[in-house]
């Protein structure tokens, strides 16, 4: 089993910066990846970004390239999502997830991760 938890949300206003991150702990491995998603009100969870733990290899949505940066700390078990130039579309709740099934290509659907934190706010005004 693997815990995570996510904190760094808040209230921005537009063009500004949030980083977000992602404690976790219990049974982790190198051959995880990790990955931020956000769920917007009355709209479906969409994928954000991730990073393979071995390597630091990432990947992002189309929508956050170039604005959002995605690292992890290895030492202490924590990933980042560095937020610029923040839109209220980024608006939502953000989630922290894990996946431990070895995957060749970072994966960017929901269902193919396993652990998954209890989301913290961004909010984003105009």
């Known amino acids: 089993q693997v815990q995570l938890v996510e904190s760094g949300g808040g209230l921005v206003q537009a063009g500004g910066s949030l980083r977000l991150s992602c404690a976790a702990s219990g049974r982790t491995g190198s051959s995880y990846v990790m990955g931020w998603f956000r769920q917007a009100p009355g709209k479906e969870r969409e994928f954000v970004a991730a990073?393979?733990?071995?390597?630091?290899?990432?990947l992002y949505a189309d929508s956050v390239k170039g604005r959002f940066t995605i690292s992890r700390d290895n030492a202490n078990n924590t990933m980042y999502l560095q937020m610029n130039s923040l839109k209220p579309e980024d608006t939502g709740v953000y989630y922290c997830?894990?996946?431990?099934?070895?995957?060749?290509?970072?994966?960017?659907?929901?269902?193919?991760?396993?652990?998954w934190g209890q989301g913290t706010q961004v909010t984003v005004s105009s």
């Open positions: 997830a894990a996946s431990d099934r070895g995957w060749f290509a970072i994966p960017r659907a929901g269902y193919n991760y396993d652990y």
């Open positions: 990073i393979r733990w071995s390597g630091g290899s990432t």
